[in-house]
Nanobody
């Protein structure tokens, strides 16, 4: 079964950067190349929110709150989706997850991002 493994989170000062990775373990490359992938984030007591998407055609889109600061990318050879996060703000603090745009895969454990002011 395909599972998602997120990594790269941590504690960073406001204005700093982090690069998150999400590997789609056990997903065959052709499937990875055909699905639209996304990063989401969740804070306690709130619903998971969409942060960024990268379609199979490599089009990208971003939530207004991260536009201009975050960049999503994908590497087919590694079956991995990345989220480069720059100019981090305390309000970016959350657990970050990846999944398909349709959220059809089991959720991974996520990776905690904490931005200190």
């Amino acid at each position: 079964q395909v599972h998602l493994v997120e990594s790269g989170g941590g504690l960073v000062q406001a204005g700093g950067s982090l690069r998150l990775s999400c590997k789609a373990a056990r997903m065959i490359t052709s499937t990875f190349n055909s699905v639209d992938m996304a990063w989401y984030r969740q804070t306690p007591g709130k619903q998971r929110e969409l942060v960024a998407t990268a379609t199979a055609g490599r089009d990208t889109s971003y939530a207004e709150s991260v536009k201009g600061r975050f960049t999503i990318s994908r590497d087919s050879s590694r079956k991995t989706v990345y989220l480069q996060m720059n100019s981090l703000k305390p309000e970016d603090t959350a657990v970050y997850y990846c999944n398909t745009v349709t959220q059809e895969l089991p959720w991974g454990q996520g990776t905690q991002v904490t931005v200190a002011s």
